[in-house]
């Protein structure tokens, strides 16, 4: 099968949604996002792309690359449909945002996950605690991303109950 990453466009937000639901359900594996919320951040997505069709064939994958700081972004919500799984899509998805956030000047890349084995694959490792200093804490106090309250452990963010891993590469 062939495979094109490009970047997200308004017309694949249904799609992505509908990835990021077949793992959000029971035993949550993602946590949902609002239509609202995507649109607001498509500009962040890449989606994988049945190459067959060209650039409108069926969304097979996605994921996201949120900076959060000068030498710190977040990959967030890398999934792919189920019947297109191990098939390598994931890893041109998580390359694609890697390359994102080197041509922005990022050096460290963190992610929430349960998929360590994947992600270790690209070389993140576990980490505990968070991947900032003290000043660069206070400075992400500030923001309006649940993503980022959730990073921080803040209480207004949901806690940690779906037990995801912590992890970091630097680039």
């Not at 949604?17 to 890449?46: C, N, W």
């Not at 945002?97 to 929430?112: P, Q, T």
Request: net charge negative; charged share 20%; proline share 3%.
């Amino acid at each position: 099968m062939s495979v094109i990453i490009r970047p997200a466009e308004t017309g694949d937000v249904r799609a992505i949604r509908a990835l990021v639901d077949s793992f959000a359900g029971d035993g949550p594996r993602m946590l949902k996002k609002s239509m609202v919320t995507l649109y607001e951040g498509v500009q962040e997505f890449v989606v994988a792309v049945d190459g067959s069709a060209g650039r409108g064939g069926e969304v097979l994958g996605c994921g996201a690359l949120h900076v959060l700081w000068e030498d710190l972004a977040e990959v967030r919500t890398v999934a792919v449909s189920p019947g297109t799984q191990r098939s390598g899509i994931g890893s041109s998805v998580l390359l694609a945002l890697l390359d994102r956030a080197r041509g922005l000047g990022v050096k460290r890349v963190f992610c929430l996950t349960f998929a360590t084995e994947f992600f270790g694959r690209h070389g993140f490792v576990e980490i505990d605690g968070m991947p900032i200093d003290h000043a660069v804490y206070e400075q992400l106090l500030e923001s309006y991303d649940e993503g980022v309250a959730e990073m921080l452990g803040l209480e207004s963010a949901k806690p940690n109950t779906l037990g995801n891993h912590r992890m970091l590469l630097v680039l």
